[in-house]
């Protein structure tokens, strides 16, 4: 038996790492497993580990109004150490870029526990964007033994890096994770959701919460979409807002009561997906969405100038609109008029995998075990 730990924070971390948190837990004559939540958020990761039903071994319970880098990191380094050091586990799984995973795989390093490291190979270049995310994966890579790559694209990043080792490509378990909860004929909980006309009004559904966008850019964003919703009355826009205080503070000045604009809390994973599945155009500067969206055949404008999701863009499914008021006016208009260009886009092939990343991963774990 291969003793195994799983450590998330966020949102996004628990919503990819559940498919294989669920996957190792049933190969019970493989795998030991131990789960521990660093608790960077709260309320939104509660929810993802309500719908996939995991219950963590470890609560660090770190998060902190407003925190900045810096907390998260010294409650991560302190916690973590006594956990692995009590634990011992044989390696230790860490997701993508935020602090939670640079963190832990500080502390694994720190302690000589080997690293899988899932989602590797994601690169913008540009280190300050976005930031911290592309240092911390960078950094992480360094840290890492065992790299999963999405795709092809993301294993000649790390090749270029010569992290040549043990690196597999694997899919995204964010296709794992859509294909588990999507589902025909959806009914929201929320009103405000099922009284929306979806069949005869332009919908789009806007997320926005990236460190390096707020401020002045966020502003812009918001602006430009006061101003498409005022030049066209059939378009309406649903903002389920990050539970980040500062966020919401831009909302409430620049956006304020527009009846076109549905400003919601953040909706449930399974609410938001089948969500997706139903809106015309999403507007976002997540990273995941980008993933997501392109295997629901929704066509994504990215609210940012660079993407490390290449695989993307080359395949069509996602387009950088950047953050200037102009640009993002003239390019939501025109793609909700020229149904060519919108049938190009929604109808791309998504890059990230048919959804058997999990087992992909364990298989080769399960592998390595044995030499
Ligand atoms: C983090 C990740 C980012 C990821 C994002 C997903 C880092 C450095 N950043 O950024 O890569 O894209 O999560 O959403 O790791 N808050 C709550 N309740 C919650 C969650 C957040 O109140 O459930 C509020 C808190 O006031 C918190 C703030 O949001 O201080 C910001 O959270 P934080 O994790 O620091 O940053 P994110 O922008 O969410
Ligand atoms: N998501 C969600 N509810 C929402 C908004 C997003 O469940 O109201 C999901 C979305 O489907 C995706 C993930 O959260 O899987 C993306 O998280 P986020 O945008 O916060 O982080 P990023 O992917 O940019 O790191």
Known sequence: M???MFVFG???EAIKMAPLVLESLKQKDKF?????ITGQHKEMLDEVLKIFKIVPDYDLKIMKKEQTIIDISISILEKMDKIIKKEKPEIIFVHGDTSTALNTAMVSFYNKIKVAHIEAGLRSYNMYSPFPEEMNRKLISSLTTYHFAPTENNKQNLLKENIKENVFVTGNTVIDALFSVIKENYVFESEILNNIDFKNKNIILLTCHRRENLGERMKDIFESLLEIIHQNKDIEIIFPMHKNPKIREIVNKVIGCQKQIHLIEPLGYVSFVNLMKKVKLILTDSGGIQEEAPALG?????LRTETERSEALEAGTIKLIGVKKNNIINEVEEIL????????????????????????ILKIIDKIKER
């Not at 030991?32 to 521990?36: A, E």
């Not at 929704?298 to 990215?302: G, Q, R, T």
């Not at 998504?350 to 087992?359: E, F, I």
């Open 32 to 36: 030991k497993v131990k789960v521990v």
């Open 10 to 12: 966020t949102r996004p």
């Open 2 to 4: 291969l003793k195994i």
């Open 337 to 360: 008029k020229d149904k060519k260009k919108y049938n190009l886009m929604s109808q791309a092939k998504n890059p990230y995998g048919v959804g058997d990343s999990s087992k992909k």
């Open 298 to 302: 929704k066509p994504v404008f990215v």
